[in-house]
C-alpha cells in the first residue's frame, strides 16, 4: 500500500509553467519500496471522466504521455526522496483541471492510461489556467 499525496497546484496565467509534485509515503514493512511503483498524473474537469496525461515507469528511464500534452509537459520521479513530479509548460486553459497522481506496483511497462489500470490515487490538486 501507498498514500500520494500531490501539491503545486495553483492559478497560472495561459503560457505560463508549472511543477506539481506528489510525495508518496508507504506503512513500515510494505512489501514494495517506492521503487516498485509505476507512476502517473490524469487529470479530471467536471462532468468529465478522469484522463491520462504521463505515466513514467519504476526505474524513470521510460514515459508516456498524451497527445494533448507531449511536448509541453514532463514526467520525472526521485526514487531517493520518493516523489514524482510533473512539469508543465506553454499552459493553456483547457489544461484547467484536478490533478491526481496514481501508483501501481504491477505495471512494469509504460502505456497504461486506464484509471482502471491503477490501484492508488490522491486526493488531487487544482490547477486553473486563465486565458
Known amino acids: 500500500q501507498v498514500q500520494l499525496v500531490e501539491s503545486g497546484g495553483r492559478l497560472v496565467q495561459a503560457g505560463g509553467s508549472l511543477t506539481l509534485s506528489c510525495a508518496a509515503s508507504?506503512?513500515?514493512?510494505?512489501?514494495?519500496?517506492?521503487?516498485?511503483?509505476?507512476m502517473a498524473w490524469f487529470r479530471q474537469t467536471p462532468g468529465k471522466e478522469r484522463e491520462f496525461v504521463a505515466q513514467i515507469n519504476w526505474s524513470g528511464d521510460s514515459t508516456y504521455y498524451a497527445d494533448s500534452v507531449k511536448g509541453r509537459f514532463t514526467i520525472s520521479r526521485d526514487n531517493a526522496k520518493n516523489t514524482v513530479s510533473l512539469q508543465m509548460s506553454e499552459l493553456k486553459p483547457e489544461d484547467t483541471a484536478v490533478y491526481y497522481c496514481?501508483?501501481?506496483?504491477?505495471?512494469?511497462?509504460?502505456?497504461?492510461?486506464?484509471?482502471?489500470?491503477?490501484?492508488?490515487w490522491g486526493r488531487g490538486t487544482q490547477v486553473t489556467v486563465s486565458s
Open positions: 496514481a501508483a501501481d506496483h504491477s505495471l512494469r511497462v509504460v502505456g497504461h492510461i486506464s484509471t482502471d489500470q491503477y490501484a492508488y
Open positions: 508507504q506503512p513500515a514493512g510494505s512489501d514494495y519500496d517506492f521503487s516498485d511503483y509505476a
